[in-house]
């Protein structure tokens, strides 16, 4: 067997091998993936919050950055549920998002916490369910509060031009080029009364 021929078969034996290492591993939780050991040290030394907790979600464990978002020591969170900490959904809500999640084993969505202050924090959850050490969900948390801020800020500015636009009392016009010619893609209520226009007619 020639050189380039035994190359092309050890490709293809390691790319297979890839293939069904990524098929075993896609969907499974990362603490099954890179061990109990493991995911230990990227909990305690993960950017975003992180707990796990039982499966009546009772927190059974939680590192540091998920203390300081909430503003709570650790021995206060310990043992604390899930539903005295979620501001966002009820105790039947959870209970059932946490039945569907052991079905699928991961979930991605957003809540509100409430911090130890009182304070109220958006959110997102990345929620994996494990088998291991008696069935354990696996929660990793991110505070995206500002980053709600900044959008509900573009939402308002953008509501905001709409007005203005819409009852300008010149007439505005919004054109793209597409195929080397401008095309209208929206325009304000003076240019449809003053051209007699429908704005189906021009969008």
Not at 20 to 29: C, Y
Not at 84 to 97: N, Q, Y
Not at 132 to 158: A, G, M, P, W
Request: proline letters at 1%.
């Amino acid at each position: 067997m020639d050189d380039g021929r035994m190359e092309r078969m050890v490709g293809k034996i390691k790319h297979e091998e890839f293939n069904r290492t990524e098929n075993e591993i896609v969907g499974k939780p990362i603490i099954e993936i890179v061990g109990e050991k493991m995911f230990q040290t990227i909990v305690q030394t993960a950017i975003d919050g992180s707990c796990l907790s039982d499966k009546q979600g009772r927190l059974i464990e939680v590192n540091d950055t998920f203390c300081r978002m909430l503003g709570y020591s650790r021995e206060e969170l310990l043992g604390l549920n899930f539903s005295d900490i979620d501001a966002g959904r009820t105790s039947k809500e959870i209970a059932r998002h946490g039945r569907e999640t052991m079905n699928n084993r991961q979930s991605r969505f957003e809540t509100k916490y409430r911090c130890k202050d009182g304070a109220l924090m958006d959110v997102e959850i990345n929620l994996q369910y494990s088998d291991i050490k008696n069935s354990i969900f696996v929660v990793f948390v991110r505070d995206i509060t500002e980053k709600k801020r900044i959008t509900q800020r573009l939402e308002i500015n953008e509501a905001r031009y709409r007005d203005l636009f819409d009852k300008a009392p010149i007439m505005y016009v919004v054109t793209r080029y597409r195929n080397g010619s401008p095309v209208i893609v929206d325009c304000n209520r003076q240019f449809l009364h003053t051209l007699n226009y429908e704005r189906a007619d021009i969008t």
